[in-house]
T-cell receptor
């Protein structure tokens, strides 16, 4: 079946503009995660959804970042008034459930965001 | 603090040589650890998890609680093993979020 998909694959924007990044998880996966990977660094957790609620937003770096999820499917990560330090690859992952030891997260291909 | 450290950015070996990618973690409690791999132009995928005690593509990783390590090993490297490898720790909350190391690029030379 289809894996996690993300769009766009690449986004170039000017500093100060807003951007929206989209994630389509695997059907039936209730848990959805957003991570960010800056150049030369590991992945940083941003936010987690269980269904369409977000019980853990602890990784969002500032109030310019927000995310929502409709139903138990598509999620959108929005970055307002983008800054150059927002340039990174934004990865989405989904899993069947949370709390089960060893439950695998399946990753999307990522969106590469470049802020000029 | 929960943290994962991968001390090597790049590990270069010849085909057939043994490989050990190092991972150390900081965590109070019973850790859950994973190795993820990203091959060139492919997405990040799970390689193995410590609770399964499995061997995937000839790789194994043993959790050493005394040394707080979860090193990834393979006795004989193959060229197709060349990739970026990430060690990850499942955090203490019930969210399932992963804490990643910075990654190690494994380069297997012919």
């Amino acid at each position: 079946g289809a894996g996690v998909s993300q769009s766009p694959s690449n986004k170039v924007t000017e500093k100060g503009k807003d951007v929206e990044l989209r994630c389509d998880p695997i059907s039936g996966h209730t848990a959805l995660y957003w991570y960010r990977q800056r150049l030369g660094q590991g992945l940083e957790f941003l936010i987690y959804f269980q269904g369409n609620s977000a019980p853990d937003k602890s990784g969002l770096p500032s109030d310019r970042f927000s995310a929502e999820r409709t139903g138990e499917s598509v999620s959108t990560l929005t970055i307002q008034r983008t800054q150059q330090e927002d340039s990174a690859v934004y990865l989405c992952a989904s899993s069947l459930a949370v709390g089960e030891r060893g439950n695998e997260q399946f990753f999307g291909p990522g969106t590469r965001l470049t802020v000029l | 603090a929960q943290r994962v450290t991968q001390p090597e950015k790049l590990l270069s070996v010849f085909k057939g040589a043994p490989v050990e990618l190092k991972c150390n973690y900081s965590y109070s409690g019973s850790p859950e650890l994973f190795w993820y791999v990203q091959y060139s132009r492919q997405r990040l995928q799970l390689l193995l998890r410590h609770i399964s005690r499995e061997s995937i593509k000839g790789f194994t990783a043993d959790l050493n609680k005394g040394e707080t390590s979860f090193h990834l090993k393979k006795p004989f490297a193959q060229e197709e093993d060349s990739a970026m490898y990430y060690c990850a720790l499942k955090g203490s909350s019930n969210t399932g979020k992963l804490i990643f190391g910075q990654g190690t690029t494994l380069q297997v030379k012919p």
